[in-house]
Nanobody
Framework: QVQLVESGGGLVQAGGSLRLSCAAS????????MGWFRQAPGKEREFVAA????????YYTDSVKGRFTISRDNAKNTVYLQMNSLKPEDTAIYYC?????????????????WGQGTQVTVSS
């Protein structure tokens, strides 16, 4: 497993931007697909975005398409989530996740490794 630490969360006004980072350590980072999930108060955790190990493939939930961009820098063992045009409904704890299987992140919504989460709050 890899160890994941998120950063970059905070409070932003609607329409603003934030960039989340997730630093990985432990096992080799490259073979892992990486993803971002979020959980709002009183709601279940939901998938947000994923990127495969080579960064050729990305996948987003419909509600963030065109606003969020996932990327990775394998030399820095870091994955990013650039969030633009933020809306109050994007308010949640955002979790970074890693798994060797793309389908587990994108379809099953599970992962072998999880970060501790970072709070994103969007005010109206």
């Amino acid at each position: 497993q890899v160890q994941l630490v998120e950063s970059g969360g905070g409070l932003v006004q609607a329409g603003g931007s934030l960039r989340l980072s997730c630093a990985a350590s432990g096992r080799t980072f490259n073979p892992y697909a990486m993803g971002w999930f979020r959980q709002a108060p009183g709601k279940e955790r939901e998938f947000v975005a994923a990127i495969n190990w080579s960064a050729v493939n990305t996948y987003y939930t419909d509600s963030v398409k065109g606003r969020f961009t996932i990327s990775r820098d394998n030399a820095k063992n870091t994955v990013y989530l650039q969030m633009n045009s933020l809306k109050p409904e994007d308010t949640a704890i955002y979790y970074c996740a890693a798994d060797r299987a793309w389908v587990r992140l994108t379809t099953a919504g599970t992962a072998a490794s999880w970060g501790q989460g970072t709070q994103v709050t969007v005010s109206s």
